[in-house]
């Protein structure tokens, strides 16, 4: 899933890591970590199933070999892996990301008339197209057929860009599922930035709810303001993804709501199991699998978790924004290779 992540743009507001940071492993004990007896193994391992098979190392291969006979999965993760824990110089920090989801129409009507557009032919050529502005106000788009959908809110949409994935609920009950297409080329500005830059906000206020609820507040100001961001982003079709369940990660495959997360691949394998102890308004002690990445998550303790679909998962991804740690299970051998000379 290739999509800016508006939760880890925010925590951009309030914090910065070093350009390179020296990187740290520590081998633990599984009885070392809280909470770990008493989450449910085998829902984990059920995810962990679902990419173990794209892992293209020998030693993640035997063990996904191994993982599809077990029936008793606490001891698998016991027998065959070692926790890991991971760390450079920057803070751990855990964000939340959702898929949306929309309302909309295959065709327009006086409801549903903001178009969800495919990618025109011409701006793959082109390292930078036409700018947000000018593809909504321009009749560049115009007549071509390169309409997926109409949607009856505009503000969404530009969050739906956002996260560069959801589905549209169709007024029959069927769904629309829609992935990143490509864009125009332009870089992403931060309408929360610009908010917090423009004095109407300081940086610990903004969310998503509170941008969206801005935007509807002051419709012409707020139509502005959405065009402050001149980065567009088109979509495409992936229905043969069942809508029930979640959208394509990074390896492809369909995520998990609150067994996915998304990592910093330069220090998390992508399929790797990862357990995460996660404090704040929603404390968190599960073992999860790196199965995403993301442009805004950087870093050896950084992990952006898969909340959900719709409205109520975006609210709670929306406020996620707490510390913790995250702790690595790496097949025995990989883990212990990963220490430094003589450290046992």
Known sequence: MIRTVLAAAIAVLTMTGPAEAETHYKILEFDGLDGWAEDDHGAALNVFRETCGDMKDPDWQALCALAGDQT????????????????DDSPPLFTGYFEPELRGSTSPTPRFRHPVYRMPPEARNERQWL??????????MKDRGLEIAWVDDPVELFFLQIQGSGR?????????????????????????VELVRRGIYKAHQVSAEVIKNWVRRNPAEGEELLRHN????????????PAEQGPL????????????????????????PVWIEKDGEEPLRRLMVAQDTGSAIKGAQRADIFIGTGRAAG?????????????????????YAMLPEGVE
């Open 315 to 335: 609210i709670r991804a929306g406020k996620l924004k707490d510390p913790g740690r995250m702790v690595v299970l790496l097949p025995i051998q990989r883990a």
């Open 131 to 140: 700018s947000r502005r000018d593809i909504e106000t321009g009749d560049a």
């Open 72 to 87: 008793d999965a606490k001891s698998f993760f016991e027998l065959f892996f070692r926790p890991v824990m991971i760390e």
């Open 249 to 272: 990660g990074a390896m492809n495959r369909s995520i998990t709501e609150m067994r996915s997360i998304a990592v910093d691949p330069a220090h998390v394998p992508l399929g790797a």
């Open 230 to 241: 001149p980065s567009y982003v088109f979509f495409r079709t992936v229905n043969h993804v």
């Open 168 to 192: 549209i609920r169709l007024p029959n009950g069927q769904f629309i599922r829609v992935g990143y297409g490509g864009s125009n080329g332009h870089d992403y500005r931060s309408i929360g």
